[in-house]
DNA sequence: TAGCTTGTTCTGAAAGAGTGAACGATCGTT
DNA sequence: AACGATCGTTCACTCTTTCAGAACAAGCTA
C-alpha cells in the first residue's frame, strides 16, 4: 500500500486519540492532549464528537473505548473465512489442554491475534484479539511462514526486521531460515521464551488447498507449568490434529 | 451525553463512511460517496488514510473494514467487568442446548450483544457481537428492563418508543409495564417472534448486589425447532441457572 | 483563601478538507 | 476493434472548518 497522497490529516489524529485511550486504559482531556501534538480544546471537540456515536465512553471526566468499535471490530472478524471455520477446533482444544490458545493471521507482514479461547488453567497474557505482534518472534508466526514462499518471508523480514523480544528471540536472518525449514518437516512450530520470558508455545500451521498457510493455531502456557516431556509429546499432536480439522472445515466446506 | 458544541465534522464523515462500508458488506469509491455527501476524490482521501493503518482493507478496489478495529473492540469488550464473568457460562450454556446463546448488555438505553455462543444446532441469524438492538422487542431487553427501575424504563422509552419489528412485537406502554412485571415474578422472559418472525427466546437477567440488571442471558432457537414442553419447561431453568452462575461470579470475585 | 489542577466554551486565524475537472485503466457492448 | 461507460486516482484552488489560545467554572490540595 502506496502513502496516501492526501492524508486526511484529522482522521489520523482522531485515531491515535482513540488508540491513546486504549494504551493508558482509559483516559483524561489534558492526558491526551499532552501526547497528541494538539491542544486540549480540539482533543475535546474529537472526543464529544465520538462519544456522540459511543466510539468513546465517558466516565467521570474519563475517556474510555466505546463499544461501537466492537460491532466493527467483531464484523471485521466474522469476515475472515478462516475465523467460522476454526472457532470450535479452538473451543475444544483450550477445554481439552486446560491452557491458553490462539488463532493468527498474518496482516501486513505482522501477526494479529483472530481469536482467543482460555482453558480452566490458562495463562493470564498481554495478548488480546486484535493484538499485532512480530511474526519472527513467536510460534504462531515462524508456524505461519515457514509456509510461505521464501521471497514473501523476505520481504516481511526486509520490512520488519528482526527484534529481538528477550535473549531467546532468534535475529539471524539465516538461523531463522533453518527454524522455518525445520518447521516445514515437522509441520508445528516451537517457541521457547523467545517472545516472552517464561513463556512458550507449540504452534501449528492452517494451510489451504496449495499448502499456503492462512493463518496458525498455538498452546501456550508458562514454561514450569508443563514437564518436557508432555510439551514436546502431546501437545504438538494435539495442536496438529486441530489445525487439520480446521484445514478440513476450512478447505472443504 | 449533551450535543457537541463543536463537533468535528471530519470525524462524523469518516465513522460514516466506515459504517456504509459495513452495511454494505464492503464498498467502492464511487458507491460510497454516492451515499455520503462528499465527493469522490474526498472519500479516497479518507479511504487511503484509514487503509494506511488497516482500519479498512482495500482488495481489488473494494474497502472492507479492517482487522485494527477488532483491537479497539475486543479490547472494549473485555474492559467490561461482565465478560469476563459471563464468557465460559455461555459457551456452557451453548454446548448444553446445542442453540444459540448471547449475551447483551445496555447502552444508551439500546441493547448492544456482547458475546454470542454457537451451539452446534445453532441458527444463523443477523446479530453479531457489537449489533445494537432496541430492548422492548427482544426476549433479552425484556428481562433486563424488567429488572431497572421504572423510571429509567420511561426515559428509554420516552427516547426511543416501541416500534413494531414484528406483528408480535409489543408496542403498547402499559402493555409493556405489564410484560415487566411478569418478568419479575418470573425472573426470565419469553420472546415470541416480537423481533424476528419465527424466531423465540428464553432470557434471565444477570443482576448486581442491589437486583439492578447489568446484562441479560438467552437461548434463541426456530419456533418448529423445540416442541413447546421443553421450550417453556426446560429452556427457562437452564437459562437462569446461568445466569446465576453469572451472577456469582460477577458479584463475588 | 489562594493556587493548582481539571474540563469546557468561545472567536479569530491559519490549516487543510473538499470540489470539480482531467487522466488512465478496465470493463462490457456495439 | 473501437467505442462508451464507469471505475479509481491525481491535482490545484477555494472555502470550509479545524485548531490555538485565552478565559471561565468547578474541583482539589495545601
Redesign the pocket.
Known amino acids: 500500500m ?1 502513502e496516501p ?6 482522521v489520523d ?1 482522531t485515531l491515535e486519540i482513540v488508540e491513546i485511550i486504549q494504551e493508558l486504559d482509559g483516559a ?4 491526551i492532549a499532552d501526547r497528541v ?6 482533543v ?5 464528537t465520538l462519544a456522540e456515536r459511543d466510539y468513546v465512553d ?1 466516565v467521570d ?2 475517556y474510555h473505548i466505546g463499544l461501537s468499535f466492537l460491532s466493527l471490530g467483531a464484523y471485521a472478524r466474522n469476515q475472515t473465512p478462516i475465523h467460522d471455520a476454526a472457532r470450535a477446533e479452538v473451543d475444544k482444544l483450550a477445554d481439552e489442554t486446560d491452557e491458553l490458545v490462539n488463532l493468527l493471521v498474518e496482516q501486513n507482514g505482522k501477526g494479529v491475534y483472530l481469536y482467543q479461547a482460555k482453558g480452566d488453567n490458562a495463562v493470564e497474557l498481554d495478548t488480546y484479539e486484535g493484538k499485532d505482534v512480530h511474526l519472527h518472534s513467536t510460534a504462531l508466526g515462524k508456524a505461519l511462514l515457514a509456509f510461505r514462499p521464501t521471497e514473501e518471508v523476505d520481504e516481511i523480514i526486509d520490512e520488519h526486521g528482526l527484534p529481538a523480544q528477550t535473549a531467546h528471540t532468534i535475529t539471524d536472518r539465516e538461523e531463522f531460515q533453518a527454524e522455518l525449514a525445520e518447521i516445514r518437516e515437522n509441520r508445528y512450530a516451537v517457541d521457547h521464551e523467545e517472545r516472552i520470558h517464561g513463556l512458550r508455545c507449540v504452534a501449528a500451521p492452517i494451510t489451504d488447498n496449495e499448502d499456503r498457510s492462512v493463518a496458525a493455531v498455538s498452546v501456550a502456557c508458562p514454561v514450569h507449568q508443563l514437564d518436557d516431556e508432555r510439551f514436546y509429546d502431546e501437545l504438538p499432536d494435539r495442536v496438529r490434529g486441530a489445525a487439520n480439522v480446521i484445514e478440513l472445515e476450512y478447505n472443504y466446506s
Chains 1, 2 share one sequence.
Open positions: 502506496a497522497k492526501h492524508p486526511v490529516r484529522t489524529r483524561g482531556v489534558s492526558e501534538d494538539i491542544g486540549k480544546s480540539a475535546h471537540n474529537h472526543l464529544q465517558k471526566d474519563e
